[in-house]
C-alpha cells in the first residue's frame, strides 16, 4: 500500500516531466526555430525583439490555451466515464459542442460579433453549450433523479438535432460566413485575448481540483449506483456536481478553442489502461497527460505543412483514433462491464 | 436493532410491499424467503434506503433512516449484493472501498487503521491471500466472500445479504454461511439474509420472515414457518417436510410430477 503511493507519485512525476519537456519542445519548434540555448538571451533581452515576440505572444499562449483546454476535455472524459460507467462517453456526446457550435454558428450568421464585438463569438458558444446542457439535464430527471442512461441517450439525440441544424445554416448562409463557421468548428488554438486565455487556465484547474474532492465517491460510483449508495455516498447531490462541472468545463473549452474531439476519449483511456482505475491518481495524470497530448497535436498541427496550419482537430483525430485502436489491439479494453 | 412498522413501497406507482412490519433484535440472524418476486430485495432496498417509502417507517436503533446522513447509514449497515459489477482493481483495493463512509472530509488515503480494519477483514473470510489478484479473475465463490470482506470493512452493526449463495456449490454455500453465523455468535453483528434455499434458510437463522405477493406470510422459528401446508399455499408446490437427521431443523423435499401422478394411481 506505500508502494501504490510511490507509484503514483512517481506517474505524476513521469507526466509532469513528459509535460514540461513537450511544452518547451513547442516553445522552440516553429516556422523560426529558436534554439532552447537562446531562449534565455530571448527573455533577458526583454520586449521588441522578434524572437520575444514570437515565443512570449504567439507559441506561449498557444502552449498555455492547450494546457487549459487539454486538461479540461481529459477531465471531463474520466468524470462523465466514471460517472456514467460506459467506456465510450465523452464530453462531446452529451450534446455539449452540438450546442456550443450552433450558439456560434448563430452568431456568425447574424453577424452579432461584427456588432458587439468578437468576444460575443465565445460567450454565445458558451451560452448554446449551456443551453443544451439544461435541456439535456432537465429532460432526463425523473422524480427528481437523473437517470444516467437517458441523459446519455438524450444528449446523443440532441448532438445530432444541432449537427443538422448547423447544416442548414451553412446550405443557406454565404460564402465569407461559411468559411467563419468551418474555421470554428474544425476548432483552433490561436487565441489572441489573454483574458480568455486566463479565463480558461482558471475554469479547468477549478474544475480539477473540485472534481478531485469527489475522486472516492468516483470510485465508489464505478461499483454502479447502488453500490454507492451503499457506501454512503450521496448519488444525486454527486451525480448533479459532477455533471455541471464536467459541462462547465466542456461549455468553456469548446466556446474558446472550437470542437477538438478525441482528447476527452483518448486520453483516459491510456491512463487507465497504463495507471488504473483508481480516480485518486486518475484525474491529475489524466489532466496532465491530456495536456501533454494537445500541445504535442498544436505542434504538430503548426508545423506539419508549415507554414501552413492544419485544424487541431484533425491531429487528435488521427493520432489519438490511431494509438487508440493499437492499444486496444495491444491491451484489454479495462473500463465497464465484462 | 432494526424496527420496520406499515412499510409500503413499490417502483413508480407499482406497490410491491404492502403493510410490512418487522422488528429485528440486536444481534439476531434473521432470514426473508418467499418465492420470485415477493417483493424480498425491495425489502432490502428499502432498508437501505435505495428507495423512498409510500407510507410507513424504518427505525435503525430507534433513528428513522431517512432521518440519517448517507455516510450515517453506511457507517451502520453494509450489504452484500448478489454480484458486483467488475472492474479492473486488486481484491485488496476493492476491499478498501468499504472504508469510505469512514474517510473524514479531505481525507484522501486511507490510514493505518483503514488498512488495518481490511485486511482484517480479509483474513476473516480467508481471502486474504487473493489480495493481490484482480477482482476480475477470481471464481464466483471467493468473489461472493470479498463482497463480504469488503462489507465488513465497513464495520456495520447491521449485515444485509442478499442471496449470498445463489450460483454457489454446496462447499462455497456452506462456507459462506458458516462465516455469517459465526461472525454473528462471536462479534454480535446483526444480520438479514434473503435467501432462495429454503434448507439453507431453516438450517442457519434462528427466524424466518416468509414473504408472499408483498405481504408477510408468516414470521416465526423455522420449525413454525416451514410447515408443508404453508410451503404449499405460498409457492404452490408440493412438498414433504421432515427433519435434518443431525440438526432436527425442518427439510423440505420437493415431489416430482412423475412422483405425484404414480402416488394418485396407486
Known amino acids: 500500500m506505500k508502494t501504490r503511493l510511490i507509484r503514483w507519485i512517481t506517474w505524476v512525476a513521469i507526466l509532469t516531466g513528459i509535460f514540461l519537456s513537450i511544452s518547451i519542445f513547442s516553445l522552440i519548434i516553429g516556422t523560426s526555430d529558436i534554439p532552447f540555448r537562446k531562449i534565455i538571451s530571448v527573455i533577458f533581452a526583454g520586449r521588441g525583439t522578434t524572437e520575444y515576440s514570437i515565443l512570449f505572444d504567439i507559441?506561449?499562449?498557444?502552449?498555455?490555451?492547450?494546457?487549459?483546454?487539454?486538461?479540461?476535455?481529459?477531465?471531463?472524459?474520466?468524470?462523465?466515464?466514471?460517472?456514467?460507467?460506459?467506456?465510450?462517453?465523452?464530453?462531446?456526446?452529451?450534446?455539449?459542442?452540438?450546442?456550443?457550435?450552433l450558439g456560434v454558428c448563430l452568431n456568425i450568421v447574424f453577424h452579432l460579433h461584427r456588432i458587439f464585438g468578437v468576444l460575443t463569438l465565445p460567450m454565445s458558444g458558451f451560452l448554446g453549450a449551456i443551453l443544451v446542457i439544461i435541456l439535456v439535464y432537465s429532460l432526463s430527471r425523473r422524480k427528481g433523479i437523473l437517470k444516467i442512461q437517458g441523459l446519455l441517450l438524450t444528449g446523443v439525440m440532441i448532438s445530432f438535432?444541432?449537427?443538422?441544424?448547423?447544416?442548414?445554416?451553412?446550405?443557406?448562409?454565404?460564402?465569407?460566413?461559411?468559411?467563419?463557421?468551418?474555421?470554428?468548428?474544425?476548432?483552433?488554438?490561436?487565441?489572441?485575448?489573454?483574458?480568455?486565455?486566463k479565463l480558461a487556465v482558471g475554469v479547468s484547474v477549478f474544475g480539477l481540483v473540485v472534481s478531485y474532492l469527489f475522486c472516492l465517491d468516483l470510485n465508489a460510483l464505478s461499483l454502479g449506483e447502488e453500490e454507492a449508495l451503499h457506501l454512503g455516498v450521496n448519488i444525486e447531490k454527486t451525480k448533479r456536481l459532477?455533471?455541471?462541472?464536467?459541462?462547465?468545463?466542456?461549455?468553456?473549452?469548446?466556446?474558446?478553442?472550437?470542437?477538438?474531439?478525441?482528447?476527452?476519449?483518448?486520453?483516459?483511456?491510456?491512463?487507465?489502461?497504463?495507471i488504473g482505475s483508481d480516480h485518486r491518481i486518475l484525474l491529475i495524470s489524466s489532466f496532465l497527460c491530456g495536456a501533454a497530448f494537445l500541445i504535442l497535436c498544436d505542434t504538430l498541427a503548426r508545423t506539419i505543412i508549415s507554414p501552413l496550419e492544419l485544424p487541431v482537430g484533425v491531429i487528435t483525430g488521427i493520432l489519438g483514433g490511431s494509438l487508440f485502436v493499437y492499444a486496444l489491439i495491444r491491451k484489454q479494453i479495462v473500463l465497464g462491464e465484462k | 436493532m432494526l424496527e420496520i412498522r406499515g412499510l409500503?413501497?413499490?417502483?413508480?406507482?407499482?406497490?410491491?410491499?404492502?403493510?410490512?412490519?418487522?422488528?429485528?433484535?440486536?444481534?439476531e440472524l434473521l432470514g426473508i424467503i418467499g418465492p420470485n418476486g415477493s417483493g424480498k430485495t425491495t425489502l432490502l432496498?428499502?432498508?437501505?434506503?435505495?428507495?423512498?417509502?409510500?407510507?410507513?417507517?424504518?427505525?435503525?436503533?430507534?433513528?428513522?433512516?431517512w432521518q440519517m446522513g448517507f455516510k450515517e447509514l453506511a457507517k451502520k449497515v453494509a450489504v452484500v449484493p448478489q454480484d458486483l459489477i467488475a472492474n479492473l482493481m486488486s481484491v485488496e483495493e476493492f476491499v478498501l472501498l468499504g472504508r469510505i463512509p469512514h474517510y473524514r472530509k479531505f481525507q484522501f488515503l486511507e490510514t493505518?487503521?483503514?488498512?488495518?480494519?481490511?485486511?482484517?477483514?480479509?483474513?476473516?473470510?480467508?481471502t486474504f491471500k487473493l489480495r493481490g489478484r484482480s477482482i476480475l479473475e477470481i471464481s464466483g465463490g471467493e468473489r461472493q466472500l470479498v463482497l463480504i470482506a469488503r462489507a465488513l470493512t465497513q464495520e456495520p452493526r447491521l449485515l444485509l445479504l442478499d442471496e449470498p449463495t445463489t450460483h454457489l456449490d454446496i462447499t462455497h454455500q456452506v462456507r459462506i454461511l458458516d462465516l455469517i453465523k459465526r461472525l454473528n455468535k462471536e462479534t454480535g453483528?446483526?444480520?438479514?439474509?434473503?435467501?432462495?434455499?429454503?434448507?439453507?434458510?431453516?438450517?442457519?437463522?434462528?427466524?424466518?420472515?416468509?414473504?408472499?405477493?408483498?405481504?408477510?406470510?408468516?414470521?416465526?422459528?423455522?420449525?413454525?414457518?416451514?410447515?408443508?401446508?404453508?410451503?404449499?399455499?405460498?409457492?404452490?408446490?408440493?412438498?414433504?417436510?421432515?427433519?435434518?437427521?443431525?440438526?432436527?431443523r425442518p427439510y423440505i423435499f420437493i415431489v416430482s410430477e412423475e412422483e405425484r401422478k404414480r402416488r394418485q394411481s396407486l
Open chain 1, 161 to 197: 438535432i444541432s449537427s443538422s441544424l448547423i447544416m442548414l445554416i451553412m446550405a443557406v448562409s454565404r460564402t465569407e460566413d461559411l468559411h467563419g463557421i468551418v474555421f470554428w468548428i474544425m476548432g483552433s488554438l490561436e487565441e489572441p485575448n489573454w483574458v480568455l486565455i
Open chain 2, 112 to 126: 493505518n487503521k483503514d488498512k488495518e480494519i481490511a485486511q482484517k477483514a480479509l483474513k476473516l473470510t480467508d
Open chain 2, 189 to 248: 453483528l446483526t444480520a438479514i439474509m434473503v435467501l432462495h434455499d429454503l434448507n439453507l434458510a431453516s438450517e442457519y437463522c434462528q427466524r424466518l420472515v416468509l414473504l408472499n405477493e408483498g405481504k408477510i406470510h408468516r414470521v416465526g422459528n423455522p420449525s413454525d414457518v416451514l410447515d408443508y401446508k404453508i410451503i404449499e399455499e405460498v409457492y404452490r408446490t408440493v412438498v414433504v417436510v421432515q427433519r435434518n437427521p443431525i440438526s432436527s
Open chain 2, 45 to 65: 432496498r428499502a432498508i437501505t434506503r435505495v428507495i423512498k417509502p409510500g407510507a410507513g417507517v424504518v427505525f435503525l436503533e430507534g433513528r428513522d433512516i
Open chain 1, 59 to 101: 507559441r506561449l499562449p498557444r502552449i498555455i490555451l492547450a494546457f487549459a483546454i487539454g486538461g479540461a476535455l481529459s477531465l471531463a472524459g474520466v468524470i462523465l466515464q466514471g460517472m456514467f460507467r460506459n467506456p465510450l462517453v465523452e464530453p462531446y456526446t452529451l450534446g455539449i459542442s452540438g450546442g456550443a457550435a
Open chain 2, 8 to 27: 409500503f413501497c413499490g417502483y413508480d406507482s407499482r406497490i410491491i410491499l404492502q403493510d410490512i412490519n418487522i422488528s429485528v433484535e440486536d444481534r
Open chain 1, 242 to 274: 459532477l455533471f455541471i462541472i464536467a459541462s462547465l468545463v466542456t461549455g468553456c473549452s469548446v466556446s474558446i478553442a472550437g470542437i477538438i474531439g478525441f482528447v476527452g476519449l483518448v486520453v483516459p483511456h491510456f491512463v487507465r489502461m497504463f
